[in-house]
């Protein structure tokens, strides 16, 4: 009898899927396994593939205890094929086959566009890997350089969970998309990542948090609207992908909130108020706080553009075809068609800015997205909190959603952070003030220096309040690989 809640271990890559008696399939990721590891083993640095890490590993798809925390190195890493578990009577959730039977084999008629959204999605996994693949070097802590390396690994195990879905059910064009995957590379002329944000650099730790807590984010909500497919092994994937992906949210949330806490404090200590006294404060080896407004204007925006075009007759067939749902659209209370349904989208009439009514069907991309930024909100209210507490005077915002965009209405257009159209001209002569210019990344880098001592941490971060696995403040989470 199979066990669909513990992993197993019989097969050289841990599952909760049966591999062992799937014999076609375990060939296919057996032959696609040593690429994996050479890809890994080319990307992350020498001595951290030999260094040990106290890592969490997944050994169970129960949600109260699927983890085990251990010290291994890197390439030895167990990344397995984990789906949530099986719920009995599953329907289509939305769509023209609502209610029918939740399909446990690709629909024909929905095989190019169920690969093409599993393809998108296993590309932006190994891109982000490849993206933070230097910070190592850089780490402000032993603590932080594990939580760097526990992303890294859970999105190469996400790669995992996407090969073994275009393995198991798209046959030889799957095989293909499978090696693809590991063909393209984050910023490459040749081959680039599918979508823009995954091709940006990720060059210093306030990104590396700012990139967890806003495009994981946007990870979180793709991944919540295909939890949502009627195509049931895909839905499970996510499900259990979803469980990881909180943890790289919070790596986010609170590595912004230490380098806020840090700035704060280091105000408070020298008796500057005014935190737009910026070169007073850089002189104290902490980052003022509108740079790191800056830097929350550039991940946040790069991260709205991952949603697609406002309005999408793409998503418009996704959604009809029940191959990917709305957030939470099991708990929704509709027609779960949207048959007479509208939804408002901004366009752009006679120079203004408005919101339209457009059939909900079709802005389903701006449906996700403003949930994306209801969600964004929780922890920039945290992160105020913080200053607030500090006595600074100073409010962290998300800017305008048109503000420097690639894709949609806003592209092609220039806006100012409050949502102002500009001239490209006035455009260009401000966006030094709302985006991290030369200066800035020069004085970050500045800053950006390996701390390995046990307990300590690098003067612009204070510590976290509580350590991994409960582990004390001076625990040793990496153990470096001195050669
Ligand atoms: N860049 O009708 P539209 C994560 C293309 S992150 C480049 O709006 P659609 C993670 C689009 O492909 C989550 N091209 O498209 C986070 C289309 O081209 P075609 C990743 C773009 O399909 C951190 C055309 O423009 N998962 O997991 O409605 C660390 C028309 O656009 C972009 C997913 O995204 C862009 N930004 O929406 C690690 C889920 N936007 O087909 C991991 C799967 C649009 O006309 N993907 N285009 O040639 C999807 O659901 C959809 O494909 C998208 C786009 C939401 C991305
Ligand atoms: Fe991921
Ligand atoms: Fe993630």
Known sequence: MLDLINVSYDTRIPNNVGLSSDKRVLKALEKWHPGYINWWNDLIPRKFQESLIYLRTAVSVDPKGWAKFDYVKMPEYRWGILLAPKVEGRIIPCGEHYGEPAWQE???????????????????????????????????????????????????????????????????????????????????????????????ETPDWLSFFMFTYFTDRDGKMQLESLAQSGFDPLSRSCRFMLTEEAHHMFVGETGVGRTIQRTCEAMREAGIDDPFDVDRVRDLGVIDLPLI????NLHYTLSLDLFGQEVSTNAANAFNAG???????????????????????????????????????TAINMRLRDDYTKDAAGGVGRWNKIIEKAGIEFELKLPHEAFHRQIGVFAGKTFDPEGNLLTQAEYEARKG??????????????????????GKYAGWIAPPKVGIDNKPGDFEYVKLHMA
Request: net charge negative.
């Open 293 to 296: 407004q800056k830097k929350l």
């Open 106 to 200: 690709v629909p024909g008629e929905y095989r190019a566009m169920l690969r093409r959204l599993i393809v998108i999605q296993g590309d932006t996994e190994p891109a982000s890997v490849e993206q933070q693949r230097f910070l190592a070097l850089t780490a402000p802590s032993l603590y932080d350089m594990r939580n760097l390396f526990q992303v890294n690994v859970e999105e190469g195990r996400h790669l995992w969970a996407m090969v073994y879905l275009l393995h198991k059910y798209f046959g030889r064009d799957g095989r293909e998309e499978a090696d693809e995957l590991l063909r393209r590379q984050s910023g490459s002329e040749e081959a680039p990542r599918l979508l823009g944000a995954f091709n940006e």
């Open 323 to 361: 191959i990917k749902g709305r957030y939470h659209e099991n708990r929704l209370d509709d027609d779960h068609q949207l048959k007479d349904a509208t939804y408002p989208v901004w366009n752009f009439v006679d120079g203004k800015l408005v919101r339209e009514e457009v059939p909900a069907l």
């Open 433 to 454: 003030e709302w985006l991290p210019n030369k200066t800035d990344g020069d004085f970050i880098q500045s800053l950006m220096k390996q701390v390995t001592e046990p």
